[in-house]
């Protein structure tokens, strides 16, 4: 027998019962080092040895130092749990306490708002949309009607990346991003992230979610906005809902609105309580310049579009008094918020 394999036998032999002398887990390691170590292990030191042997010896060295290296291998992680065991059972450790419970991730409550108003949308047959958050001048500005002079295009308001580049300041570049893939008739919901230049306090930050509408048909008039915007609202916050169209000014809209709710909270013994008139949305008849600017027959298509903020919508109805909350993600704050699993009801 070569003599190699005498020695791999030997060696396995020592290791073994180094392995059960070792007293504690510290010892045990000092036996791994010392046989199975990387750089100066005894065994492993046999197998770089085979390199140099004859080419018909190494088929059974190598065989053997593999079979032994396993052995002593084994032989180590039973002795270490043989460790572990123990030190479970250490007084002072109670095995029967409850384990902590896994943390599993919550639906944000912003974005279950997102999610409750697109599925009101997407009952109405609204289809989702998406576009990027950088884009350019022409796509959040210019195709939307608003003069690059407006104060809304200017540096003070809007996060320029590069000389025509931009964090989207709106979701409305979406409008005309869908508009340019698809023929009327378009009904879309574009949830997304818009970005500005804004102070961080209780009712701004800089980034801020947005959701956008838009219809464009054969004879989209005035009624359909009013109807569709008053039926989400009721769907949203209870069918006695008030909803209010103030005029307002939108580059995009012509005319344009703001959308105003009042709850109407009906109690048990009767008893009603009206919340004051809630600003939610901007909205209008899209201006017939940005259906040319898309290629649009403005002579041929109307439509509707609106913009609301679901950061403001949680605010409201989870009683937040501070939007910062919902960005700063304290898992203290985000959790109070868990929807059943299956998502948001
Ligand atoms: N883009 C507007 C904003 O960010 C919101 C808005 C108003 C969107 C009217 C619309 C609209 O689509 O028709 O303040």
Redesign the pocket.
Known sequence: MNPLIEELKDLSRQALDAVQRAGDERALEAVRVEYLGRKDGRISGVLRGLASLDAEERPAVGAEANRVKQLVAEALETRAGAFSHKAARAPGLDLTLPPRSPWRGTVHPVSQVVDDIWQIFKSLGFTRARGPEVDDEWYNFVALNTPLDHPAADEQDTLYLGPELLLR??T?PV?IRTMQAYEPPIRIIAPGM?YRRDTYDATHTPAFM?I???VVDEGVTFVDFKATLAEFARRFWGPGTRVRFRPGF?P??EP?AEVDVKRVIVRDDGSREETPWIEIM???MVDPAVLDNVGYDSERYTGW???MGPGRIALLKYGVPDLRLFYENDMRFLGQFAVPRGGAS
Do not use: D, V
């Open positions: 300041s709106h409305s409008q818009a947005q956008e509408g838009l939108f995009f809209t344009s901007g909205a209008g579009a609106f913009g």
